[in-house]
């Protein structure tokens, strides 16, 4: 049903550095299968799913041989609306591909486009709310929603389409425990319906069961071939050679064999004690009190809404509490003074990131700093090489480090981190974690507000649930 | 990637996010308004922010007709706030219309995107306080009885008179001017680095 | 009760037209009171009594306070209160529209109504983006809380730039990337497909429409009128 023949393709924009491009991938994808495509960041996953739904070679430019066949028809020589009629496309950033103000809107999108009678699609639109159990997020508006919720109407509209076809970019990037279950869930059923499905992914254990065979993509190649079954029973130390994400999923917090400890060096102690957080009339925090040394990595975990962005604001002084205190070293802070001393790295980088080249961005506004100590903390954090890059030219990871050296140059006392390690591979994600626990040495507090359960494991020496009872 | 030189879906969702821009600095420009001395800075202020997001929008939209959809909401925005707001809306048609005659020949020329612009902005500058400028006295009675203490409107009427207007026109024109120079200094110092535009 | 949109911006044209014309304070008090009713009539939500009740406020300012306060007072804060004052119906007739217009249906609207496409699709984002950009420029403004910007040894008017153009770039940067991002997923779901979409969402006009428009017009001329 789907053919990819000898596809070679290289974007052609500056790009190269993070997007190499893909060499002579063979494939053949029946009717109804589940795929999968996992390797590293960067490895040519997106590329070819890209290449599928026809982004490649209609949007995106670059240098493309071989060609793609889908139920015989070339996506050279179709014009995207024919595509998107035969390929559904969910991408891994929920809030940029809701084109629609509403859930309804964008579920029907599709099939209005394609200029479908209204009572057909009132009829699907039943079938598919009933079918997945929408009710409740129909009717709701996208700047009320969060990412988990507008995620699953991405995954409804390509549900309701025409389209035998799905293809999926790293669809839980920034999704919490419950909201994967849903879609793992509606995967299901598109399976059942007898869609062929087409993933590329780096948490894998949702996926279990689901599918047929595993594609490994290395270096913008197919290196390995493995049947579903085959990849969800790979031994550990093979599945970490390869770079990829557990196959199981594991709820348990397993710290009682937590290797790490605190290494202080500098001792600080920050307090936090009954603090309420609201916004507005709603009650957010209930009652959070805990204390945080020198040198803790602490995790802050739970479930979506429960309060850890407003926990991790307030912290960072970027948010008032309603009540309770904040102390540092037996000091009560107030909000201006917690912003002094601390720092956040969010979720989306890009919007702390302002100078015009990395070296100034270290340096810009921070009192009695010389450019030596900026490169020397560049070299440590492997950007050095960068130095006169634009900010915004470097991949994820490197704005991240770029993040945490501001922090470091400005001698942050407390970081905290806003789910570092969404859509990172296991490499990324233990790189992201060795990073931080080098910062705890330095005698810096950290926080990880993060879903992540392995790098929970892998970084933190203590962890917070909230929304429930702490650990 | 298939460039043709008709506007694409791509081109009006990339118009229609620059609009929301644009819309963006309408309002913060409208702050001059709050007094009507500071409020002759109105239109050059505007003419200032906006000129980057139309520089963006011809080098990111090099097609005919880009200017003509980017306006499309802005004259939506006029039509629908009331009679004298439709000069406005009548004028950043014709403006628009100007500005892609000139573009016309070539998009790329940096003379003529910063004519063009110092043409288009000549909407809001003309038209804006087309009715203060060419009915003072109408205007003036009317503040009047709307309450506004006569020795105010006596100082204001002052300022209505031909001379005012020309001088308004003309730093709007320079302003213009100025907000596309500050676009490609902006362009050039992050967004070509950035790999963005 | 639900207007089309249509209905909505020819009352909103009028009333603005009428209160534009006429300078007389009881046609405005009037007119904004209409579209409060108008509002209250759409929903308890929609109703925006903080407003009203700011508007009552200049007006009670402007005919109550100022024969007491000295000119020189009166003078400057005429100014303020007055030009104020002269938003509110506009604003109130904004708020309602806003409030009560899914975009859906407004998009449905304008496909019957066989405005170009191209133009559907801008208005449509520009919707969709516009509140966007206020959250993003709350993420950039608490980022920028979170470290310092100003350099101490600089001249202030080079801090000022330099704070605006922390606000600029990363905006400008994110509205590009947006462009791109939404771009490809609405190609993915066939917006450029050449036929004509279904107006799923569209109403007709209907009897209340109508009914509204009347009342409106007789209003408006008696109140140019009288």
Redesign the interface.
């Known amino acids: 049903m789907i053919e990819i023949q000898n596809l070679t393709f290289t974007y052609d924009?500056?790009?190269s550095a993070q997007h190499p491009g893909i060499k002579d991938i063979n494939l053949s994808i029946e009717r109804g299968t589940c795929v999968l495509l996992c390797g590293q960041s960067g490895c040519g996953k997106s590329t070819i799913l890209k290449s599928l739904?026809?982004?490649i070679?209609?949007?995106?430019?670059g240098d493309k041989s071989g060609c793609v066949l889908i139920d015989g028809l070339n996506v050279d020589d179709t014009?995207?609306?024919c595509?998107?009629?035969k390929?559904?496309?969910v991408?891994q950033?929920p809030?940029?591909?809701?084109?629609?103000?509403?859930a309804?809107?964008e579920v029907?999108?599709?099939?209005?486009?394609?200029?479908?009678?209204?009572e057909a699609?009132?009829n699907l639109l039943g079938e598919t709310i009933r079918d997945l159990g929408l009710e409740k997020l129909i009717n709701k508006s996208?700047?009320h929603m969060s990412g988990g919720e507008k995620q699953i109407v991405a995954f409804a509209?390509a549900y309701i389409?025409t389209a035998e076809i799905v293809v999926l970019d790293e669809p839980s990037a920034n999704l919490d425990a419950d909201s994967i279950g849903v879609i793992r869930g509606i995967l299901q059923k598109m399976k059942q319906n007898g869609k062929t499905i087409i993933i590329a992914e780096h948490r894998l254990s949702y996926l279990a069961g689901l599918v047929d065979s595993a594609y490994y993509i290395s270096d913008g190649c197919i290196t390995q071939v493995l049947d579903g079954a085959e990849l969800f029973v790979l031994a550990d130390t093979q599945r970490k050679a390869l770079g990829l994400r557990g196959l199981h999923v594991d709820n348990t917090l397993d710290l009682a064999n937590c290797v790490i400890t605190p290494n202080a060096i500098k001792k600080n102690q920050l307090i936090v004690e009954n603090l309420h957080l609201a916004y507005g009339k709603n009650l957010v925090c209930d009652s959070v009190s805990f204390s945080a040394d020198s040198g803790e990595i602490i995790g802050i975990t739970g479930k979506n809404g429960a309060g850890k962005s407003t926990l991790s604001?307030c912290l960072?002084?970027?948010h008032k509490q309603k009540s309770g205190t904040i102390t540092w070293n037996g000091q009560k802070l107030n909000m201006r003074q917690r912003?002094h001393m601390?720092?956040?790295v969010?979720q989306?980088v890009?919007?702390?990131?302002?100078a015009?080249?990395v070296l100034n961005e270290c340096m810009?506004?921070?009192?009695d700093v010389n450019t030596l100590d900026a490169t020397a903390i560049l070299k440590e954090l492997e950007l050095h090489e960068q130095s006169e890059?634009?900010?915004?030219?470097l991949s994820g990871g490197q704005k991240q480090r770029l993040a945490i050296a501001?922090s470091v140059v400005?001698n942050k006392r407390l970081v905290i981190f806003d789910e570092p390690t969404s859509g990172l591979d296991y490499k990324s994600m233990l790189q992201v974690s060795g990073l931080i626990r080098k910062i705890a040495e330095s005698g810096t507090i950290v926080l990880i507000v993060t879903h992540d359960v392995e790098l929970i494991q892998s970084a933190c020496t203590r962890c917070i649930l909230i929304g429930g009872s702490e650990i | 990637m298939k460039e043709t030189q008709k506007m694409q879906s791509k081109d009006f969702i990339t118009c229609g996010i620059f609009s929301a821009l644009s819309l963006v600095a309408l309002m913060i420009a409208t702050v001059a308004n709050i007094t009507p001395y500071t409020s002759l800075l109105y239109t050059s202020l505007y003419a200032l922010l906006n000129g980057t997001i139309f520089l963006l929008v011809c080098i990111k939209v090099p097609k005919s007709g880009a200017i003509l959809v980017f306006s499309v909401v802005p004259f939506a925005f006029m039509a629908s706030r009331g009679w004298e707001n439709m000069i406005l809306a009548g004028s950043i048609a014709i403006c628009a219309l100007l500005s892609e005659l000139i573009l016309k020949k070539n998009r790329n020329n940096s003379t003529r995107i910063a004519v063009a612009y110092m043409v288009y902005t000549t909407y809001i500058s003309i038209s804006g306080s087309f009715g203060m400028f060419v009915f003072p006295d109408v205007y003036c009675n009317n503040a009047i009885e709307r309450g506004i203490n006569p020795t105010i409107v006596e100082g204001i009427r002052g300022l209505l008179n031909y001379g005012t207007w020309a001088g308004m026109i003309a730093l709007t024109a320079l302003a213009s001017v100025g907000g596309i120079a500050l676009g490609r200094s902006l362009m050039k110092k992050h967004l070509h680095k950035a790999g963005v535009a | 009760m639900s207007l089309d949109i249509r209905t909505k911006t020819i009352i909103l044209l009028l009333v603005t037209c009428t209160v534009g014309i006429v300078t007389n304070l009881a046609v405005e008090i009037s007119a904004v009171c209409f579209l409060a009713m108008m509002q209250l009539l759409s929903g308890k939500s929609v109703f925006q009594y903080r407003l009203l009740i700011i508007y009552l406020a200049l007006v009670l300012t402007q005919v109550f306070l100022f024969p007491i306060l000295p000119e020189t007072l009166v003078m400057v804060l005429s100014l303020f209160v007055v030009s104020l004052r002269k938003l509110f119906p506009t604003a109130m007739g904004f708020v309602w529209i806003y409030k009560t217009t899914k975009v859906n249906q407004l998009i449905a609207t304008l496909t019957k109504m066989r405005i170009p496409k191209g133009a559907i699709v801008s208005i449509a984002v520009t919707l969709r983006f516009f509140p966007t950009i206020f959250e993003e420029w709350g993420h950039i403004r608490d980022a920028m809380r979170i470290r310092a910007i100003k350099q101490k040894g600089l001249h202030p008017f080079r801090n000022i730039i330099r704070t605006m153009e922390c606000y600029c770039v990363p905006l400008l940067i994110s509205a590009t990337k947006t462009a791109d991002e939404l771009s490809a997923a609405a190609i993915t779901r066939g917006i450029d497909n050449p036929a004509t979409a279904t107006c799923r969402k569209y109403k007709s006009m209907s009897a209340v429409d109508y009914g509204a428009l009347a009342l409106t017009l007789i209003l408006t001329i008696g109140a140019v009128v009288a």
């Open positions: 924009t500056g790009d739904n026809g982004l070679p209609h949007f995106h430019g014009p995207m609306f595509l998107s009629q390929v559904a496309s991408f950033n809030k940029s591909q809701f084109f629609n103000v509403d309804e809107s029907t999108f599709s099939l209005e486009n394609q200029g479908i009678a209204v699609i009132d996208v700047f509209a389409s604001r960072c002084g970027l912003r601390s720092y956040i969010m989306d890009n919007h702390q990131l302002f015009d080249s810009m506004g921070i009192d890059a634009h900010p915004q030219s501001v400005a």
